[in-house]
């Protein structure tokens, strides 16, 4: 099982981003999942996350109403677009599916962590 983000980069103050997130090996259609973030020295985050039938988004309050997360299950991938972004978005970005019935919001409630992608946000 393998999960790869990307679409990660260097962009001003103010610009936008769209993160991808596939996974291969394994199908994630029928699990909730979510986007995680990690700067450096700091804990790892939640960001964003999405039921599983795309019904339902859960938002961190510092990213609420600048960033969208969507899915396609078609695809087994998820999306996390990001405007307007700030130079304390500044992370590296993970994704993952939900694994059981803990809380949307909880790292312990997310497993198969991949490779995340560096966006890196300038003033």
């Known amino acids: 099982v393998q999960l790869q983000a990307s679409g990660g980069g260097l962009v001003q103050a103010g610009g936008s981003l769209r993160l991808t997130c596939t996974a291969s090996?394994?199908?994630?259609?029928?699990?909730?999942r979510g986007w995680f973030r990690q700067a450096p020295g700091k804990e790892r985050e939640f960001v964003a996350a999405i039921n599983r039938y795309g019904s339902t988004t859960y938002y961190a309050d510092s990213v609420k109403s600048r960033f969208t997360i969507t899915r396609d299950n078609a695809k087994n991938t998820v999306y996390l677009q990001m405007n307007s972004l700030k130079p304390e978005d500044t992370a590296v970005y993970y994704c993952?599916?939900?694994?059981?019935?803990?809380?949307?919001?909880?790292?312990?409630?997310?497993?198969?962590w991949g490779q995340g992608t560096l966006v890196t946000v300038s003033s």
């Open positions: 090996g394994r199908t994630f259609s029928s699990y909730a």
């Open positions: 993952a599916p939900k694994i059981g019935c803990g809380n949307y919001y909880y790292t312990a409630s997310y497993d198969y």
